[in-house]
């Protein structure tokens, strides 16, 4: 039903800095995940990439920083373009390189080094020399002041939230153009979500760094972003303003969990069992 | 019995210092040997988490193309630059079909991968080179010859020169080798990539770089313990056979610790050496093939990863 | 589209609980017994004797790996040694009794390699990985010196060999040089078939999930309620076992006789090999990384000269030997990369490839 | 069904009782004189900031973890250490913060192997897969089939869960801990890195389970609306130190609870 | 068909290969020649195949299998690992197997194998010809009372087989025996054996090696300063395992029954024949190196064989049986040895259907530091110590396989 907002499908946005053109996805020659997705991200811009587990968000960013090789997939059709070149014939360091980095679902850090040593790796492609990348994890201590008091600790030791917390700060460490978030807030407190959504504004604010967020919590990403995506098996279903998404009375019902005006209760999650699902 | 076991070999070793003082000598000579071969699987192991099953072949192979082009009639210092160049053509090789098209896989998978490219050496270099042995060129290349006889506690006690360069040059090797690891940025990133290369990819790091990087250490690495030991008896595949002793010697010496490869490589070629000597005549002898394994195995269980291995982080 | 499953519907859980569901699995494993026994037939002594009856017996002694490594995850290097004392407990069993059937005795041999499988896999509880693979390599290398060392075991022979005495079924020779080739095969056919089907019974089952739990993950298995040691020991048993009496069947029906050689690390890493190249974790893969490491190289140096020679290459049997290894690497090589989890996943794709035809997915 | 309110619990026997529990890793100190108890039947949450200690006292509870001090005491019986399998026997089971499962294994099996507690066929039998073993295969695969309609994951039986999507690994997590029946499942972020749909039927089986099967619960679960509406109960941990104890409403209003975990925002 | 068969066994590669290639390149360039200059034997063409073993049984064990379908006359598996399957095969599948002065000793006994031959000498027969010798050297075998003898081997079958006799002797000459194993995977790491050979001080050491084991132990040796002189092997060390050591490796010495030069009528035919026309595979330097003409010798026996199974058997195709019968009555003596241009190559050797092994006289050869001189006579092997563990041990064998076959070969006369 309500496609409120017509696709921008393969027309990049004159200011975009990404765009992802109609991309198709097969794991293990056989296994067809994204089914034809484009997207695009403006300059200095914070895109939500929304929809339910296995949707395929994931893939749709490892598809964006060439990580699919490593997972037997490949990106069979379509093409990635950023800052006006395309990247998806590069290696995941070049991308790297470029300014683009992800940040992996799931913590993915380097278990036998110390929270610092994980930072500093972040910081790999960088050549602009010791005293600023020092400067650099000072900064992200500041941010994650748990990551300070911690930074000496075998990070394969430290809690989920801390390893999360050290995942965002080593990608931030290179000093990226764009980040791709994959599920920031999973397994962390409150509190730090929304530290952590307060960092990527500023980020996105001061030093102009564009955002495509794949994220669950859709309140919080519907807040932070200016723009929304919808995915569903593969497909970009819905997509529009961070505003207009919000008001979506499906959004709204599904993904925000406000019904009749006021949240709803987990209790009482037997009285509706109801499913929304675009494609029917 | 017990007397045999264990008061017996002390009485022989008090009563001839001058024999245990040789086979000490002897078996930190073995020792410094064995730790070269290991320090080549530790050098990719740290680096990839890959168990390159191809190292003893590598240092046959190394040895036999130095050799080979010496017998070509390539002069002795030339051939060994040659050869270098060699290692490097293998290692940009290995990094591209082999390593590249298996990255993120298990472990076990790049094991295999890399007994692949054991076969393929070994037809490779005896195709190239000839099945037969040849002889190291130790003289050309201006490693030393011939024996200081000291007299010592009442006998003599020799050490022979190539056994004092070996050690020289092993040590030279991994002071090298270890300030380069962890002095610089590299160093980190080996470790980053032996954890998680999916992880090492997001964060922008050229696995390819690397991998040369650490095969290219290993082949030099290799060439070395190859003329070392083709020194001690000839250039020929059946040293393949002995590159398996390095495996004790990783274990012991944890497989992520270059200081490790050496002290492990220490500790096994003494205790073999001692313990065949003063030991093995009571089970009749040869019992060096296992003793290694059951020092190292009896170690482990004490420390499941090694010496200087890095903690195995067991988490839920 | 010609490999279906739509319309085969399962109303039982023991039904659906087959090892092969499908119709078409199990017409074609029965269509494969049916050509397996069919080769007797072809009366082509070179084909049963060199080629299919080691072919059986390293696939025997790759599924016991297999139970090790593939399922439990337990990696090891002492599959030669574990053969070889298969080889010798039967030596040992058919001399002391001789009149003993000889298929018992084959039997029976591979719970004597059970037995140091355990031992030797004690350490298992707390040595993990590539550190585990000490533990077996010191088994290689011990029991090995064993099979030198130890006179009784060869019955004092001073050749230092164990040779297979003649030994019939029902009237019929199956050991020794008289036995035909013919009923070597048919011998070792059944018995491989045999404990295929007991082997996939039981990864099918309660311990096999407990095996491939603790595969995935121990520390979670432990948390469920499995037990560690336990579990572990009997893959390393049941494992060995097998081992063992793919070992009592390559001397007693292979080579007839063998000295402690035969048993050495290279063999333990050959079937190793065998066991990667085919998938870990699958009986079938077994059956092809079999194929692929040992009757792949006796085709190449078959057809190699076949090849080469009109193109004048004046080509040496060393030389054959030499490309045979580089080709063999290469492919190795090559089907890992192809497929990292080895032919049967590979097998296992083109079902589904099947299945969807003819459109790509 | 139940109220839509929390109802007030009647007080019921205490099921497992944490007694002055510290543990430490060299020197970080994870857990700190914690003391707390969960009663037979309610749903117990145990929430607090990043690092906090509450994966360790699940850890604990369930015998991965050895606490350097204290007691823990499960359906009366009194013990310092213990093996995980004797927990699990001794009718725990748990789902992890970053997914536990046997990758290698299809879904089914996965759950299976949650009956293997209860699955006593010998080795023989096994061997035949005939017979006594395969009706006690059947048997408990029936269980295990009630499992994965409950949980809805028909459609994914036969896939291995490595591939799945993370939502429903979760989900197949619960599945193999509710084979073991258990007295007590102890549940790890069971809804994070899920949507709102997902997360609401979480929660209904949680409820369910707990309802249906009366299985006591101890839930960490950094969604607060979740934890608030779910628990009985709620356990504030903050730097390994219990600092509130009590229903989600008082803790919901405890300055300090409120200071180092929920933020003002809540 | 108008060929004979003969496949050839041989390791070109792997880790024995330094000791394979020259054999390898003896055994073929000599039945070449025989192509070449006679076109083959009695006129008939020898079809000669390769195939690669790698010295490894399960490789031996193929090509025994790839081969026999093609009606081969004669089997020389190079390798104790390989024969010792192949023997109870041979009298099955009527391939006579020739197993030159290696496999199972006990094959010596025609009655017993009557489809073995390990012409010319048995292990036993060796180690006995060097005990033997060091008492002439000592002055009397009675002079060996009190003395060590230090004695060196690859630890398999193959070395262990002397053992029995060596304990035996020692007994019985009042010696002394040190014992020192070296096992296969530490052939070239042999250093804690020579430590216990220095604190022994063995007045003798023999050495039973194979492959790269011979070079490394001469190394070794001389590294620990062991007198070269009081160095004895069997017969199995080549030119290149001396080499290696070089000088230091002189006064090493070892048990031979052929020439280790290139002097002689049959050799220069090779040269002449087969090696400058392209069709050997061999380095010309090695034609005349010990292995090289053991390979030779292999050959020589082979066609001798395959001479006599034409005379017996009045056929011009013969076959394995045939071959068999040929081998069984075969005598060269000096005559025919001269006649192939081999005179003074070895010594006459004769075999009968109760003796397939011959025991010939080995002489001891001593490395000079650029190549293996002969420096002693004939020795002879000291029979009365010998046969009886021959007999004993095949009847042994015998007894231990149940139903092994009773000889039902008839007997041919000497042709
Ligand atoms: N390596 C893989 N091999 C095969 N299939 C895969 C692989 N990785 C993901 N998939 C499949 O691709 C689909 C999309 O997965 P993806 O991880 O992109 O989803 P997602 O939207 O990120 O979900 P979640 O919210 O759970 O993270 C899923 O159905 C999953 O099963
Ligand atoms: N095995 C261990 N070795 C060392 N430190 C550990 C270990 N296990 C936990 N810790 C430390 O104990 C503290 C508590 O960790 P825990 O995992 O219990 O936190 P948590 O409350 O679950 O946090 P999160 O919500 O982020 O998952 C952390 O600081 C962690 O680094
Ligand atoms: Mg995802
Ligand atoms: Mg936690």
């Not at chain 2, 056979?241 to 490869?261: D, E, Q, R, Y």
């Not at chain 5, 060929?3 to 066994?9: E, G």
């Not at chain 5, 262990?160 to 035996?168: F, S, V, W």
């Not at chain 5, 006289?361 to 650029?370: H, L, N, P, R, Y």
């Amino acid at each position: 039903m309500s496609q409120a907002i017509p696709t921008p499908a393969g027309v990049p946005a004159p200011d975009a800095v990404l765009v992802v053109n109609n991309i198709e996805v097969i794991y293990d020659h056989v296994i067809l995940v994204l089914k034809g997705v484009s997207l695009s991200v403006p300059q200095g811009g914070i895109v939500a990439l929304l929809g339910a587990n296995g949707a395929g968000k994931t893939t749709t960013l490892k598809a964006i920083s060439n990580l699919l090789h490593a997972e037997r997939g490949e990106v069979t059709k379509g093409s990635v373009v950023f800052e006006g070149q395309r990247i998806d014939k590069l290696s995941p360091n070049q991308v790297v390189r470029r300014g683009c980095i992800q940040v992996l679902e799931g913590r993915h850090c380097f278990g036998h080094l110390t929270i610092e040593e994980n930072l500093l790796t972040g910081a790999f492609t960088r050549r602009d020399g010791n005293a600023a990348i020092k400067a650099d994890l000072e900064a992200i201590y500041d941010y994650f002041p748990r990551l300070r008091q911690r930074r000496h600790s075998m990070s394969g030791y430290t809690s989920g939230g801390e390893q999360q917390m050290c995942a965002i700060g080593r990608a931030m460490m290179s000093r990226p153009t764009m980040i791709l978030l994959d599920e920031p807030s999973m397994g962390l407190a409150p509190q730090v979500v929304e530290e952590i959504f307060e960092i990527v504004q500023k980020l996105n604010v001061t030093q102009g760094v564009s955002f495509l967020l794949a994220e669950q919590n859709t309140n919080m990403a519907l807040k932070y972003a200016t723009y929304g995506y919808i995915l569903e098996t593969g497909r970009v279903v819905m997509d529009g303003p961070a505003v207009g998404l919000r008001e979506n009375e499906d959004v709204k019902e599904f993904y925000l969990g406000v019904a009749d005006g006021s949240q709803k209760s987990f209790r009482n999650v037997k009285s509706y069992k109801r499913r929304k699902r675009w494609l029917a | 019995m017990l007397y045999n076991v264990l008061i017996d070999p002390f009485v022989m070793m008090g009563s001839a210092p001058d024999l245990l003082i040789q086979t000490l000598w002897e078996g930190l000579v073995a020792g410094v040997l064995y730790a070269l071969i290991a320090l080549g699987f530790v050098l990719i192991f740290k680096a990839s988490g890959v168990f390159n099953f191809a190292q003893g072949i590598m240092v046959v192979f190394a040895a036999l193309t130095l050799v080979g082009l010496h017998e070509m009639g390539v002069p002795a210092l030339l051939a060994l630059i040659l050869t270098i160049g060699v290692m490097f053509i293998l290692a940009v090789t290995v990094e591209r079909v082999v390593l590249r098209p298996l990255v993120n896989q298990p472990d076990i998978i790049l094991f295999m991968a890399t007994f692949g490219l054991t076969y393929f050496l070994i037809g490779f270099g005896e195709l190239i080179f000839g099945g037969n042995p040849k002889q190291m060129i130790a003289q050309e290349l201006y490693l030393p010859q011939g024996s200081t006889d000291l007299d010592l506690f009442g006998g003599l006690v020799r050490f022979q020169h190539i056994d004092i360069a070996a050690a020289v040059i092993a040590s030279l090797i991994i002071a090298v080798l270890a300030v380069f690891f962890s002095k610089t940025r590299i160093g980190r990133a080996l470790r980053a990539v032996a954890d998680s290369h999916k992880a090492a990819l997001s964060v922008g790091i050229s696995l390819g770089q690397i991998w040369v990087i650490v095969w290219f250490a290993a082949g030099i690495v290799a060439l070395v313990a190859g003329i070392m030991w083709g020194a001690r008896s000839d250039v020929s595949f059946a040293l393949q056979i002995v590159a398996l002793k390095a495996l004790p010697v990783l274990i012991l010496g944890g497989f992520t610790s270059i200081p490790g490869a050496i002290v492990g490589g220490l500790i096994i070629g003494v205790s073999e050496k001692l313990g065949e000597f003063y030991w093995g005549g009571l089970v009749g002898g040869g019992i060096e093939t296992w003793l290694a394994y059951i020092i190292a195995l009896l170690f482990l269980l004490y420390r499941p990863q090694g010496l200087f291995g890095e903690r195995i982080i067991e988490r839920i | 589209m010609f490999y279906r499953e739509a319309g085969q519907f399962k109303t039982t859980y023991a039904a659906d609980m087959a090892i092969f569901p499908l119709r078409e699995d199990r017409i074609g494993l029965a269509v494969i017994i049916v050509c397996a026994y069919a080769l007797v037939f072809t009366g082509n002594s070179f084909l049963l004797q060199a080629v299919m009856i080691p072919f059986l017996v390293f696939s025997l002694a790759a599924i016991g790996l297999n139970l090790l490594t593939g399922y439990t995850g337990l990696l090891s290097l002492g599959t030669g040694a574990f053969m070889g004392v298969g080889a010798y407990a039967c030596y040992k069993l058919t001399t002391a009794f001789p009149g003993l059937n000889i298929i018992i005795c084959i039997l029976a041999s591979g719970l004597f390699s059970a037995a140091i499988g355990v031992l030797f896999g004690l350490p298992s509880l707390r040595i993990k990985g590539f550190y585990l693979a000490v533990a077996t390599l010191a088994a290689q290398f011990f029991l090995q010196w064993c099979f030198i060392r130890v006179p009784w075991l060869v019955n004092y022979n001073v050749s230092g060999a164990i040779e297979a005495p003649l030994r019939t079924l029902f009237g019929v020779p199956i050991v020794g040089a008289t036995a035909t080739p013919e009923t070597r095969y048919l011998v070792v056919l059944t018995l491989v078939i045999g404990l295929t089907w007991v082997a996939s019974n039981i990864v099918h089952g309660r311990i096999g999930r407990a095996w491939m739990a603790v595969r995935d993950m121990d520390i979670a298995a432990e948390l469920i309620g499995i037990r560690l040691l336990r579990t572990k020991l009997l893959a390393f048993a049941v494992s060995s076992y097998y081992c063992g009496v793919a070992g009592a069947l390559l001397v007693f029906l292979w080579y007839g006789g063998a000295e402690y050689d035969v048993f050495n690390i290279n063999q333990s890493f050959f079937i190793l090999f065998m066991v990667i190249i085919g998938g870990l974790g699958s009986l079938i893969g077994s059956f092809m990384g079999a194929a692929l490491i040992f009757i792949l190289p006796i085709i190449l140096g078959m057809v190699m000269p076949a090849i080469l020679s009109p193109f004048g290459i004046g080509i040496t049997a060393a030389t054959v030997e030499h490309l045979r290894f580089m080709i063999v690497g290469a492919l190795i090589i090559f089907f890992l990369i192809v497929e990292p989890h080895g032919l049967a996943r590979l097998w296992q794709i083109g079902k589904q490839k099947l299945r969807v035809w003819p459109f790509p997915y | 069904m139940r109220p839509f309110e929390n109802p007030v619990i009647p007080q019921r026997e205490t099921l497992l009782a944490v007694e002055n529990v510290s543990l430490a890793f060299g020197g970080v100190k994870a857990l700190t004189d914690v003391s707390f108890d969960i009663r037979k039947g309610e749903i117990r949450a145990i929430i607090g900031p990043n690092g906090a200690g509450k994966t360790s006292m699940l850890n604990c509870i369930n015998g991965f973890y050895h606490p350097t001090h204290g007691s823990i005491t499960f359906k009366g019986e009194k013990r310092r250490r213990m093996r995980p399998s004797a927990a699990a026997r001794g009718g725990i089971a748990r789902t992890f913060q970053n997914v536990a499962l046997f990758k290698g294994m299809s879904t089914l099996d996965n759950i299976m192997t949650g009956r293997s507690l209860k699955m006593h066929k010998g080795f023989f039998w096994q061997m035949l897969r005939y017979g006594p073993a395969l009706k006690e295969e059947a048997g408990h695969r029936r269980v295990v089939e009630d499992i994965i309609d409950f949980l809805e994951i028909q459609h994914i039986r036969r896939t291995p869960v490595g591939k799945l999507p993370y939502g429903l690994q979760k989900r197949v997590e619960l599945g193999r801990a509710l084979a073991m029946e258990p007295e007590l499942l102890l549940l790890d972020e069971p809804m994070a890195g899920m949507n709102l749909e997902e997360k609401e039927d979480m929660s209904r089986f949680i409820l369910d389970v707990n309802q249906h099967f009366g299985t006591t619960i101890a839930l960490i679960e950094h969604d607060m609306g979740v934890v608030m509406d779910l628990s009985d109960r709620v356990v504030v941990l903050e730097y390994g130190r219990k600092i509130a104890d009590g229903t989600p409403q008082e803790v919901k209003r405890d300055e300090k609870v409120v200071a180092a975990y929920l933020g003002v925002a809540h | 068909q108008d060929s004979i068969y003969v496949p050839l066994l041989t390791y070109r590669t792997g880790a024995f290969a330094g000791s394979g290639i020259h054999i390898a390149d003896g055994m073929r360039d000599y039945l070449t020649m025989l192509n070449e200059r006679d076109g083959g034997i009695g006129g008939v063409k020898l079809v000669l195949e390769e195939c690669e073993t790698g010295y490894d049984t399960k490789k031996g064990i193929e090509c025994y299998e790839a081969v026999k379908s093609k009606n081969p006359v004669v089997m020389n598996p190079w390798s104790t690992g390989i024969t010792l399957p192949l023997i109870p095969r041979a009298a099955v599948d009527k391939i006579p197997i020739l197993s030159m002065a290696y496999g199972l000793s006990a094959s010596a006994d025609g009655q017993t194998f009557p489809w073995v031959f390990n012409p010319p000498a048995t292990y036993w027969d060796g180690l006995s010809q060097i005990i033997s010798y060091l008492g002439t050297k000592e002055g009397g075998l009675d002079k060996l009372k009190g003395k060590k003898i230090g004695y060196i081997f690859l630890d398999a079958g193959y070395g262990r087989e002397p053992i029995p006799l060596l304990e035996q002797l020692a007994k019985d000459y009042g010696f002394e025996v040190k014992f020192y194993p070296i096992a296969a995977q530490d052939m070239q790491n042999q250093s804690s054996q020579w430590l216990n050979v220095r604190r022994d001080k063995p007045d003798y050491m023999v050495l039973w090696g194979w492959g790269a084991m011979n070079g490394a132990a001469v190394k070794e040796a001389a590294r620990t300063g062991y007198p070269m002189d009081k160095f004895y092997s069997v017969w199995w060390p080549g030119d290149d395992d001396l080499r290696a050591t070089g000088e230091p490796a002189k006064g090493f010495k070892s048990l031979n029954w052929h020439s280790a030069d290139g002097n002689y009528k049959a050799l220069a035919d090779i040269k002449k024949h087969v090696v400058d026309k392209k069709l050997s595979q061999a380095n010309p330097d090695k034609v005349g190196e010990v292995l090289y003409n053991r390979g030779v010798y292999n050959s020589m026996l082979i066609a001798e064989g395959i001479r006599n199974a034409q005379k017996v058997s009045g056929k011009k195709v013969v076959t394995g049986e045939d071959v068999r019968r040929g081998l069984e009555t075969m005598d060269i003596n000096a005559d025919r040895l001269k006649e192939m241009g081999m005179e003074g190559f070895a010594q006459p050797i004769k075999l009968t259907c109760a003796d397939h092994n011959g025991h010939l006289a080995t002489f001891m050869q001593e490395w000079d530091g650029k190549k293996f001189v002969k420096i002693s006579e004939p020795i002879p092997p000291m029979v009365d110590k010998v046969k009886p563990l021959l007999d004993s041990a095949a009847k042994d064998y015998a007894e231990k396989n149940a139903g092994w076959p009773k000889r039902s070969e008839a007997c041919d006369k000497a042709s």
